[in-house]
């Protein structure tokens, strides 16, 4: 073919191919019906087992009581043009929503969710969600217990929309809780939408991982809990608009709850 292809000598192309004359000679021998058998057997057994090998398969036909040896199953294994598919990878179940940068203009537009870990005096772990207005930088709930649930985030929500008022929308990140089919009927009967930020993206959930670290630096730091009641008792009063996060200067340099008064003054007034 070579030969005929580059207009060279069958020597000529043996040599460059690095390949003896003598199989340009003898022709390929038509297949019995015994070697049929066995290129329909491994076909068959590569559709039933995709994931299993020429090794598994030549083990097989052994067990079946077939004289045949493993070095003739790989070969018309390999003729056949079997083989095993690459391992898929898994594709991670991700929320609905947009996704990405959002900013509120207005207080009760956008609540930021998010879990903090700890753990009592016995190294039991405590699973704390955080809530909080992002404009007003308020926290009106930090929900303490061992486990946290889908349900117990929408029991969370409902007794903060039953005081406040349902958001515009809820930012949070692609963990299992909020992803869950619990928060998404809440947010659709609650005509909140959902903000989901990047994987692997933290920074996009900023004031949340903010009132985080304060939480942690003020509260969680300064001891160990006996129980999670001790823990919850740091929880309710740090969600306490007075003894929340400092005061910041883009709320002018006020506490979080005297700036939501200011701003709900102001929206009457308009």
Same mark, same amino acid.
């Given at each position: 073919?070579?030969?005929?292809?580059?207009? &060279?000598?069958?020597?000529?192309?043996?040599?460059?191919?690095?390949?003896?004359?003598?199989?340009?000679?003898?022709?390929?021998?038509?297949?019995?019906?015994?070697?049929?058998?066995?290129?329909?057997? !491994?076909?068959?057994?590569?559709?039933?087992?995709?994931?299993?090998?020429?090794? $598994?398969?030549?083990?097989?036909?052994?067990?079946?009581?077939?004289?045949?040896?493993?070095?003739?199953?790989?070969?018309?294994?390999?003729?056949?043009?079997?083989?095993?598919?690459? $391992?898929?990878?898994?594709?991670?179940?991700?929320?609905?929503?947009?996704?990405?940068?959002?900013?509120?203009?207005?207080?009760?537009?956008?609540?930021?969710?998010?879990?903090?870990?700890?753990?009592?005096?016995?190294?039991?772990?405590?699973?704390?969600?955080? &809530?909080?207005?992002?404009?007003?930088?308020?926290?009106?709930?930090? !929900? &303490?217990?061992?486990?946290?649930?889908?349900?117990?985030?929408?029991?969370?929500?409902?007794?903060?929309?039953?005081?406040?008022? @349902?958001?515009?929308?809820?930012?949070?990140?692609?963990?299992?809780?909020?992803? @869950?089919?619990?928060? @998404?009927?809440?947010?659709?009967?609650?005509?909140?939408?959902?903000?989901?930020?990047?994987?692997?993206?933290?920074?996009?959930?900023?004031?949340?991982?903010?009132?985080?670290?304060?939480? $942690?630096?003020?509260?969680?730091?300064?001891?160990?809990?006996?129980?999670?009641?001790? @823990?919850?008792?740091?929880?309710?009063?740090?969600? &306490?608009?007075?003894?929340?996060?400092?005061?910041?200067?883009?709320?002018?340099?006020?506490?979080?709850?005297?700036?939501?008064?200011?701003?709900?003054?102001?929206?009457?007034?308009?």
């Amino acid at each position: 073919m070579a030969g005929d292809r580059f207009g &060279v000598s069958e020597r000529f192309a043996c040599r460059i191919l690095g390949q003896a004359r003598s199989t340009q000679r003898r022709a390929a021998p038509e297949p019995d019906e015994e070697e049929e058998r066995l290129r329909a057997w !491994l076909r068959a057994f590569a559709t039933a087992r995709p994931r299993w090998g020429w090794r $598994r398969a030549a083990a097989g036909l052994v067990a079946e009581g077939w004289r045949v040896n493993h070095k003739r199953v790989r070969r018309v294994w390999r003729e056949e043009g079997l083989r095993v598919p690459h $391992r898929a990878r898994k594709r991670p179940l991700r929320g609905q929503g947009v996704v990405g940068q959002f900013c509120p203009i207005r207080p009760n537009v956008l609540w930021a969710l998010d879990f903090q870990f700890d753990q009592t005096a016995d190294a039991r772990t405590l699973k704390l969600l955080n &809530v909080i207005d992002e404009f007003t930088r308020e926290c009106p709930a930090i !929900l &303490v217990r061992r486990n946290i649930d889908a349900d117990q985030v929408v029991a969370t929500l409902d007794r903060i929309a039953a005081q406040r008022g @349902a958001p515009m929308y809820l930012r949070f990140d692609h963990g299992p809780e909020f992803i @869950a089919h619990a928060v @998404a009927d809440w947010c659709r009967f609650s005509g909140a939408n959902t903000v989901f930020i990047d994987p692997g993206c933290p920074w996009q959930n900023a004031w949340i991982e903010s009132f985080n670290g304060r939480l $942690r630096d003020e509260r969680a730091n300064a001891g160990r809990y006996g129980r999670p009641a001790a @823990a919850l008792r740091v929880g309710s009063a740090a969600s &306490v608009p007075r003894c929340g996060p400092a005061p910041t200067g883009s709320s002018g340099s006020c506490l979080a709850f005297v700036f939501a008064t200011r701003c709900s003054r102001r929206t009457v007034a308009t």
